[in-house]
């Protein structure tokens, strides 16, 4: 009777651990919510970096290109969620995916830059897709993208340009642009802003101050109480859009345009389904540009060593019509200004003074420094 408890248990251990194991052809656990056994790997794997993979801004763009080329041919891939903001914990998580199997990891954000910059050495066997950076070393000095690292870049500049452009199209001339950290990204996105919003009022033959822009950075990219005040403010004072452009900040700006019945630009994906008050994002292709550069890898292309530059040219950004909210702004008059983009017409500027210069101009940009 012992003998047959014995057998007994020995099948039930067996059957627990092939249903623990399952197919291994996907994995959404964070490494902090769930404990896989040693056994189990995990081919592609993404590091989230400040938010989660649901955060409806960069985590969940690149997520979803990874896991809809690892659905599409059957590969397992799991994600990590850093402890805190750190490149110690970016490593430490890089480390915890390199031992779970990881061929490729992607890692979403400029944060990424200085572990990347280490992690390509440590691990010369492991393929490193870096999203909105490239690698360099701590104090800037060096700057180095490995032979098995790729450099993932967006035009910012003109996704921004799409969306001041539509949004004066459209009627609106009192906007608003809330970014998050001053860093290249967001910068470039309230640049091309500015400009698009210029470029509209001049074919529109405005005359000189007919649109203005409230400009502000707010230094984090997290919502928080003074910056839904600040944009309550501007909304109350007649601005009717703001450009959110910072990650969860545009949860703030949402709540002050759901109070105030005004509107908001979305940033990075399309953000429609955040808030009523939505309407249009000014998008990278980060799902495209993620599962193009997994593709490359398993069709012995990785372009390893390069930085790609994701452009209207390649699709890389662009203004989700499907979903937009627009009065008046048509398909055509979209599809006409993003040609114009494809084609270079237009120039494209990073710098605000360049945007909005001194010279005669129907925009005019109110820099907001402090909330």
């Known amino acids: 009777m012992k003998k047959v408890g014995i057998i007994l248990m020995a099948v039930l251990v067996l059957l627990s651990a092939a ?23 995990f081919d592609l794997a993404l590091v989230t970096d400040l938010g989660t993979i649901d955060d409806k801004s960069f985590n969940q763009g ?15 891939h799991k994600y990590y969620q850093p402890a805190e903001q750190s490149n ?8 915890l995916a390199v031992r779970g199997g990881a061929k490729i990891v992607v890692t979403p954000g400029f944060l990424f ?12 066997n492991v393929n490193f897709i870096l999203v909105d ?8 000095s ?20 799409l969306a001041g452009y539509a949004a004066v199209k459209d009627g609106d001339r009192r906007l608003g642009f809330v970014g998050g950290m001053a860093v290249p990204a967001v910068v470039r996105f309230g640049c091309g802003f500015v400009q698009g919003a210029e470029f509209a009022a001049v074919e529109l033959g405005l005359p ?19 910056i839904q005040t600040l944009a309550a403010s501007w909304y109350n004072s007649g601005v009717e859009v703001i450009f959110a452009c910072g990650g969860a900040i545009g949860n703030s700006v949402m709540a002050a345009a759901e109070q105030t019945n005004k509107k908001v630009i979305g940033v990075d994906v399309d953000q429609s389904g955040e808030s009523r008050t939505v309407i249009t994002s000014a998008m990278k292709g980060l799902q495209v540009s993620v599962y193009d550069c997994v593709k490359a890898y398993y069709e012995g292309k990785f372009p ?31 599809n006409a200004i993003f040609q114009r983009l494809v084609n270079g017409e237009v120039p494209r500027i990073n710098d605000l003074d360049q945007a909005g210069s001194p010279r005669v101009v129907p925009v005019r940009i109110v820099r907001v420094t402090e909330i």
Not at 19 to 41: I, L
Not at 133 to 140: E, I, K, L, T
Not at 310 to 329: E, H
């Open 19 to 41: 249903c623990n194991k399952g197919s291994g052809g996907s994995s959404s656990s964070s490494s902090g919510t769930t404990s896989q056994r040693a056994v189990e790997t």
């Open 88 to 95: 110690d914990a970016y490593l430490t998580t890089i480390d």
């Open 208 to 226: 000189a101050g007919s649109v203005t822009v409230n400009y502000h950075y707010t230094g984090v990219f997290e919502a928080r109480p003074e």
């Open 142 to 161: 060096t700057f180095k993208t490995g032979k098995n690292t790729v450099g993932v870049l967006y035009a910012e500049d003109q996704a921004g340009f």
């Open 62 to 76: 690149s997520w979803e290109g990874l896991v809809r080329y690892a659905r599409e041919n059957n590969i397992s």
């Open 304 to 334: 390893g060593g390069e930085t790609l530059v994701f452009t209207a040219a390649n699709n890389g950004v662009g203004l989700p019509m499907i979903t937009s909210k627009f009065l008046s702004f048509r398909n055509s008059d979209y």
């Open 133 to 140: 950076g490239v690698p360099h070393n701590a104090d800037y």
């Open 113 to 124: 830059e200085v572990p990347v910059y280490i992690a390509q050495d440590r691990y010369p």
